[in-house]
């Protein structure tokens, strides 16, 4: 039998997720979310993020999934499959809701939500500090760490070409810069 009142939501996602109750403070910087190649969001962060993001401004879910890969330097951009059930969850527990703004479901956050994020300050402080240092964290990387030097690369194509000013000539000196590094990391023996 399920509750009606935000307790009983609550209680229904920490059930979900598998958690005990609560999120986890204070994890993910180190250990997991902070180790290179680890994931950047622990479990549940990304429900906390999705909210901070759409308390900032409404947002529909590719705008959610492309404004993540930008905080997080291009080192991690949540999958379609991942992005839409935490959507869904959200609106469930009623934290979020959406309206259909020029044909597009853009999510609010509600007052519920509001309140969640009050309760987690800690941890959604937390997450925003986890994805400012992957920010910062360039000019350490690790130089034999391919993934993470693909990711960079990701990010830097998709944010050049997606520039307003990314003109025709520009997209071509793209694919040029990056069929010519493609030629040299096959001819490696």
């Given amino acids: 039998m399920h509750r009606c009142n935000g307790e009983g939501r609550r209680a229904r996602w920490h059930m979900k997720m598998g958690m005990g109750g609560g999120h986890r403070h204070g994890r993910g910087g180190q250990g997991r979310g902070g180790r290179r190649g680890g994931r950047p969001l622990g479990h549940g962060d990304l429900r906390l993020l999705i909210l901070s993001l759409i308390n900032e401004t409404p947002r529909h879910g590719y705008d959610l999934i492309q404004e993540i890969e930008t905080r997080t330097g291009g080192t991690y951009k949540p ?20 309206r259909t703004e020029d044909g597009k479901k853009t999510f609010h956050i509600t007052d519920d939500g509001k309140a969640e994020l009050e309760r987690e300050t800690e941890t959604v402080d937390a997450i925003h500090a986890r994805l400012a240092d992957l920010l910062r964290a360039e000019e350490d990387v690790d130089p034999t760490d391919v993934r993470t030097a693909m990711h960079r690369l990701r990010h830097a194509v998709v944010m050049s070409a997606r520039d307003r000013l990314a003109d025709e000539a520009r997209q071509c000196r793209i694919v040029e810069i990056l069929n010519a590094a493609r030629d040299e990391i096959s001819s490696l023996e």
């Fill in 79 to 98: 999958s379609p499959g991942v992005m839409y059930p935490a959507l869904e969850i959200i609106q469930d527990l009623g934290w979020a809701e959406v």
